[in-house]
């Protein structure tokens, strides 16, 4: 790792309503460097790291790249300046194959008209015409050339992809790698990665952070966005940590330790082991039986399970994701139907119930992706706090919904189980939380419900 820095971001102020995103933060990063960026759900991490992929524009401050002043008004700026981003929830197409997601947004005309020369040799000079090599940028896609690019990038950092693969066949994992493929296939300096471990297991989040490693060796400077302690210690040779918008300090990884990342990060000593008392369990809360589940290609996935779950009881359902946990998670909230099977709560039948009787029952749920199946992004933080009472007569003004009540309400939430980034539950939309953030008001909004059986993923 060398000391010369690559990217440094000075004195940056970021606000929204009501909000100090960050507050004077001055970051840097040197050449062939793992740098965490540590700090609690809200501390302004994934902000920071947008402004510097161009997806926000600084209130103040300034960012240099190789001592230069860079100036970026989009991300295609950043990816032009040398810096990639993985983002946490991955921006690709499943039904495009590895490598046309690779290209997607690039100029890749036919063979025939690339600017390598061979298209002269092969079909004549009337294609190395320049207003035609224009006009064919525009209109002609050539994969083959890049696909062959892309086949030898991936097999020459170990990645064992198969670029002609369709994403959605692939896994977590894997479609992860085809986002550090993408950057790498932009020839990024800089690489960003927004709590990239979040979906992995644990075998999975080795394998990345030995590809991290291998990037780093070959000079690229690597960023990790992450509240995890453990990834650091693993992965990173220094770490910045922020605290509520503010840098409280930058740490060479192996000169500390858990206890001082942690005391950082918060503010005061954390206990790493609670002490719990022990809860007697009661009668069956939920009994399935013989669950079957089948995916979307008619596949069983879900083979006779047997669960039943007590009063009280905590019940850990473990495996390599993509093993059916899902569509049993699905089936025992009353959001997916079982192939067969029985399902009861509190000793009454609900197999083929709808997930209004679930809910009616007291079924609570945290479904895998907050996003698409946790919340409606673009309803306010009050309208996805009672997304499931809207019928309460807490809530009700006659025909129609009291505000008032649905917004103190939703305040109450955000206040007990510290949501952070809301300056108003009725102007801001949930999908403008960032990710635990997010993850903090489903869990307030099922739990606030006190469900007989609160299931989560």
Same mark, same amino acid.
């Given at each position: 790792?060398?000391?010369?820095?690559?990217?440094?971001?000075?004195?940056?102020?970021?606000?929204?309503?009501?909000?100090?995103?960050?507050?004077?933060?001055?970051?840097?990063?040197?050449?062939?460097?793992?740098?965490?960026?540590?700090?609690?759900?809200?501390?302004?991490? +994934?902000?920071?790291?947008?402004?510097?992929?161009?997806?926000?524009?600084?209130?103040?401050?300034?960012?240099?790249?190789?001592?230069?002043?860079?100036?970026?008004?989009? $991300?295609?700026?950043?990816?032009?300046?040398?810096?990639?981003?993985?983002?946490?929830?991955?921006?690709?197409?499943?039904?495009? +194959?590895?490598?046309?997601?690779?290209?997607?947004?690039?100029?890749?005309?036919?063979?025939?008209?690339?600017?390598?020369?061979?298209?002269?040799?092969?079909?004549?000079?009337?294609?190395?015409?320049?207003?035609?090599?224009?006009?064919?940028?525009?209109?002609?896609?050539?994969?083959?050339?890049?696909?062959?690019?892309?086949? +030898?990038?991936?097999?020459?950092?170990?990645?064992?992809?198969?670029?002609?693969?369709? *994403?959605?066949?692939?896994?977590?994992?894997?479609?992860?790698?085809?986002?550090?493929?993408?950057?790498?296939?932009?020839? *990024?300096? *800089?690489?960003?990665?927004?709590?990239?471990?979040?979906? %992995?297991?644990?075998?999975?989040?080795?394998?990345?952070?030995?590809? %991290?490693?291998?990037?780093?060796?070959?000079?690229?400077?690597?960023?990790?966005?992450?509240?995890?302690?453990?990834?650091?210690?693993?992965?990173?040779?220094?770490?910045?940590?922020?605290?509520?918008?503010?840098?409280?300090?930058?740490?060479?990884?192996?000169?500390?330790?858990?206890?001082?990342?942690?005391?950082?990060?918060?503010?005061?000593?954390?206990?790493?082991?609670?002490?719990?008392?022990?809860?007697?369990?009661?009668?069956?809360?939920?009994?399935?039986?013989? %669950?079957?589940?089948?995916?979307?290609? &008619?596949?069983?996935? *879900?083979?006779?399970?047997?669960?039943?779950?007590?009063?009280?009881?905590?019940?850990?359902?473990?495996?390599?994701?993509?093993? &059916?946990?899902?569509?049993?998670?699905?089936?025992?909230?009353?959001?997916?139907?079982?192939?067969?099977?029985?399902?009861?709560?509190?000793?009454?039948?609900?197999?083929?119930?709808?997930?209004?009787?679930?809910?009616?029952?007291?079924?609570?749920?945290? $479904?895998?992706?907050?996003?698409?199946?946790?919340?409606?992004?673009?309803?306010?933080?009050?309208?996805? +706090?009672?997304?499931?009472?809207?019928?309460?007569?807490?809530?009700?003004?006659g025909p129609w919904l009291d505000y008032d009540a649905t917004a103190d309400y939703a305040e109450d939430l955000v206040a007990d189980f510290d949501v952070r980034g809301i300056s108003d539950v009725t102007e801001i939309d949930a999908g403008e939380l960032s990710g635990g953030n997010l993850q903090k008001l489903i869990l307030a909004r099922e739990m606030a419900r006190d469900p007989d059986l609160l299931v989560a993923q």
């Amino acid at each position: 790792m060398s000391t010369d820095e690559v990217i440094r971001m000075e004195n940056v102020t970021k606000t929204f309503p009501g909000v100090v995103a960050n507050d004077d933060v001055t970051f840097s990063v040197r050449k062939g460097e793992i740098h965490g960026l540590l700090g609690e759900n809200g501390a302004g991490k +994934s902000t920071l790291m947008k402004i510097l992929y161009g997806l926000y524009s600084a209130d103040e401050g300034k960012i240099l790249f190789d001592g230069d002043p860079l100036e970026m008004d989009s $991300p295609q700026d950043a990816i032009d300046a040398g810096i990639g981003m993985v983002h946490q929830h991955f921006k690709l197409i499943p039904r495009l +194959s590895v490598a046309k997601n690779i290209v997607l947004g690039m100029r890749e005309p036919a063979s025939m008209f690339r600017s390598d020369g061979t298209a002269t040799e092969r079909i004549g000079s009337w294609t190395s015409s320049q207003p035609l090599r224009e006009l064919a940028s525009r209109f002609t896609l050539g994969l083959e050339e890049p696909q062959a690019e892309i086949q +030898s990038l991936a097999d020459d950092y170990g990645f064992d992809i198969d670029a002609r693969a369709s *994403v959605w066949e692939l896994g977590v994992g894997e479609q992860q790698r085809v986002e550090i493929l993408k950057a790498l296939y932009r020839d *990024v300096d *800089v690489l960003i990665l927004d709590e990239p471990t979040a979906v %992995l297991t644990p075998g999975e989040a080795e394998r990345l952070f030995d590809t %991290l490693r291998q990037l780093a060796d070959r000079g690229m400077s690597i960023i990790i966005i992450t509240h995890k302690l453990d990834e650091v210690d693993s992965v990173t040779d220094r770490a910045t940590i922020l605290r509520e918008g503010e840098q409280v300090g930058t740490v060479v990884t192996e000169e500390t330790d858990s206890d001082e990342l942690a005391r950082m990060m918060v503010g005061r000593d954390v206990l790493f082991n609670v002490e719990k008392d022990d809860v007697e369990t009661g009668t069956a809360v939920l009994e399935a039986t013989n %669950l079957r589940a089948e995916d979307q290609r &008619g596949i069983e996935v *879900v083979s006779g399970i047997d669960l039943t779950i007590d009063e009280g009881e905590i019940v850990g359902l473990a495996g390599v994701s993509g093993n &059916g946990q899902k569509h049993l998670a699905e089936m025992i909230a009353g959001t997916r139907d079982p192939a067969d099977g029985n399902i009861l709560l509190n000793g009454t039948a609900v197999t083929d119930a709808s997930a209004r009787t679930f809910i009616d029952r007291g079924v609570s749920f945290v $479904p895998e992706d907050r996003h698409v199946e946790g919340c409606a992004g673009d309803l306010s933080v009050m309208h996805n +706090s009672v997304m499931k009472r809207y019928g309460d007569e807490a809530f009700a003004d006659g025909p129609w919904l009291d505000y008032d009540a649905t917004a103190d309400y939703a305040e109450d939430l955000v206040a007990d189980f510290d949501v952070r980034g809301i300056s108003d539950v009725t102007e801001i939309d949930a999908g403008e939380l960032s990710g635990g953030n997010l993850q903090k008001l489903i869990l307030a909004r099922e739990m606030a419900r006190d469900p007989d059986l609160l299931v989560a993923q």
